[in-house]
C-alpha cells in the first residue's frame, strides 16, 4: 500500500526550524516534545503546547493536505509552538499492549514532565495549552488536581470536545460496558487498530476488520470503519466525511493508532460519575483528587470549552462541562460550539483554518495581552 502522504511527515510546517524534546516520566516512560519556531516575527514570547487525543499524536497538528493548527500559530503571532507526544500518542509504543494505564497516570507524570521539560528551555514565558479529546480530559484533571503546581502551571488552556464532564451517546455507552471485558479476555485482542486491514490475509485483525466493514456502507476506508468502532456512534463517527479532505480520510490508518482497552473502562466511570473521577488504586496517587471538579471554584487559569454541534463521540460534554464552571466561577471560562463539526474535525477538517482556528487565536491573543 503506496501512503499518499509519509507517515510522520514534518512538511505541513515548511518553514518552521523544528526540534525533538524527549524526556522521561517519574514512572519510568520515555516521551517526546516537538517545538516549531517560526521564521517570521512573534509579536510576544508566549508559548502555545498543542495535546493530541487517544490514539492520534502531534500529526494531527502538522498535516500538509490543510493548513493545520502549528503552521496557523506561527503565521499569526505565536513564534513557539511545541507539540506533546504523550503515552497516549501513535508515535510511542505503550498502546500496542493490554496495559493497565488511567488518566490518572497521564495526569500525575506525563504533563508536569512535560512542563518541566518545556520549562527548561523556555523559562517563565507564558505557556498556553491547546488539548483534544481525551487529551483535554487528562489535562484538565492535572490542571485542577493540582499536579502542576509545582512546575508553574499554565496561563490558559483550550480544551476540545470533552473535558471534566464526559458524556457519550447510548450506543457508545454499551460500547464502553462491553467492549474491553470481551475484546480481551473472550478475543484475546490486546488492542484495537485501524491498521488491521492493512495486515496479511486471514490473520485474527484481517478478519476481525472484514467483519466490521459489513456495518459500514459509508465508505470503502476499513480504517474509518474501525475508528467508528473504537469511538463514537455514527457511520461514520469520528467527523463527518464532507469536512474532510479526501487525503486525510484515505490516510486514517496512519493518522490514528491502536490502543488498548483501560483507558475504556476509565472514561465509563467518568460518565457513570457525571464527572472526571479518579479511577488508579494505591498511594502513588494519593496527591490527585477523587473528584476532580471538587476544587474547581480555586482553579483561576481561564479555560475555553469547545465542541462541535454535531459531536458523535461525546455528545455535549463541553457544555455540561462550561455549565458546571460556570456555576463555580462565573465568568471565568468560554464556551464555543462550532456549527457543522465533531469531533476530530474541528482541528483535521479541510476548512478549520477559516472555520475554527480564528475562534481560538482570538481567545489565545486575549490571555497573551
Known sequence: MVRPIPLHTLTGVPDAEVTTHPFTTDDGLGLSMLRFRGSRKSTGDDIVLVIHGLT????????????????????NGFGDVWTLDYRMSNRH????????????????????AAIAELRRSVGNRRVHVIAHCLGSVSFLMSLFGGALDAVGGVSSVIANSTGLTPRVPAWSRLKLNVAPGVMEYLLGFPYLDPRWHAEPRFTRGWLFSKVVDLFHPECDNPACHLLSLMWGTGWPALYSHDKLHEVTHARGGD??????????????????????????????????????LAGAAEVTTPVLLTTGETNRVFADSNIVCYERLEAV????????????????????????????????????KRQAA
Not at 492520534?56 to 500559530?73: A, G, K, Q, W
Not at 483501560?262 to 494519593?286: E, I, N, Q, S, W
Open 255 to 292: 493518522l490514528y493508532g491502536a490502543t488498548g482497552f483501560h483507558y475504556y473502562r476509565h472514561v465509563l466511570a467518568m460518565v457513570d460519575a457525571g464527572r472526571a473521577v479518579k479511577f488508579a488504586k494505591g498511594a502513588a496517587y494519593d496527591s490527585l483528587p477523587d473528584d476532580y
Open 93 to 112: 509504543p505503550y498502546n500496542r499492549a493490554m496495559h493497565r494505564f488511567t488518566m490518572d497516570d497521564i495526569a500525575l507524570n506525563d504533563f508536569p
Open 329 to 364: 466561577a462565573p465568568g471565568r471560562h468560554e464556551l464555543e460550539v462550532f456549527p457543522g463539526y465533531g469531533h476530530q474535525d474541528v482541528f483535521m477538517g479541510k476548512n478549520v483554518d477559516i472555520d475554527v482556528f480564528p475562534r481560538m487565536l482570538d481567545f489565545l
Open 56 to 75: 492520534t499524536s502531534s500529526d494531527m497538528f502538522i498535516m500538509p493536505e490543510h493548513r493545520n493548527l502549528v503552521r496557523f500559530l506561527l503565521d
